[in-house]
């Protein structure tokens, strides 16, 4: 009986490398856009419908037009080549699922803060959450239509950022403005470790 002979071991399929990025921020600060933006394949959302029963809990002002809100995740995926892979992880932006957030964290290279200068003190709490654990993130100030412009000294200091963490303007609506931040992480996550900034 004829054998097929393999003069090498068949190829064992590549896995890609999977860098998880974390976009958290305040309630409403455009996150779970940032995430549907940035995904080449249908991002997984779990958006529930606001409704009377979370007024008092949720706060809404200057983002009345928002009738949903993220219970537990966004995920959402970029492919950079056949070897690495980014995975997205958009948090929930209210306080009652502070308990997810730990698991969402674990592993992360790094996050995008997105602030929205309507509600600067809404993303306090994600800054202070990554600074307490020393996980790389960047600002991302989400230009919503409508609100006040202010210059990046301005909310650097009214965040109290440290002089490190890159701060840029962006369009969470936007796929090239949302990459651009991300970019940015990747930028500041290497010169962190000492390792080459990449290029392009
Ligand atoms: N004009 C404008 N609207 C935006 C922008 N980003 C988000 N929105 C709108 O703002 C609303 C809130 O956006 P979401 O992406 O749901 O915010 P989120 O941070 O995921 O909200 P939670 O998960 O509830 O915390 C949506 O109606 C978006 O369409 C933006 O950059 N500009
Ligand atoms: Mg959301």
Redesign the pocket.
């Known amino acids: 009986m004829d054998s097929v002979r393999y003069d090498r071991e068949p190829a064992a399929p590549r896995v890609p490398l999977a860098l998880k990025i974390l976009i958290a921020?305040?309630?409403?600060?455009?996150?779970?856009?940032?995430?549907?933006a940035l995904s080449e394949v249908r991002p997984l959302q779990t958006?529930e419908v606001l409704t009377g029963a979370g007024i008092g809990t949720d706060d809404v002002s200057g983002?009345e037009?928002?009738?949903?809100?993220?219970v537990a995740m966004?995920f959402g995926r970029i492919t950079i080549n056949d070897d690495l892979q980014v995975y997205l992880f958009?948090?929930?932006?209210?306080d009652r699922f502070w308990f997810l957030w730990d698991e969402l964290a674990f592993g992360a290279l790094g996050a995008v803060v997105?602030a929205d200068t309507r509600r600067l003190a809404d993303c306090f709490p994600s800054i202070d959450y990554f600074e307490q654990r020393g996980i790389p993130f960047v600002v991302g100030v989400?230009?919503?239509?409508?609100s006040r412009r202010f210059g990046l000294e301005a909310v650097r200091d009214a965040l109290d950022l440290d002089p490190d963490v890159p701060l840029v303007l962006?369009?969470?609506?936007?796929r090239q403005s949302g990459k651009l931040v991300l970019i940015s992480l990747v930028e500041h996550v290497a010169r962190q470790r000492g390792e080459p900034v990449p290029v392009g």
């Open positions: 921020g305040g309630f409403g600060a455009g996150k779970t856009t940032l995430v549907s958006e983002v037009q928002k009738s949903t809100t993220t966004d958009g948090t929930p932006g209210q997105l989400n230009c919503f239509d409508g962006c369009d969470a609506r936007d």
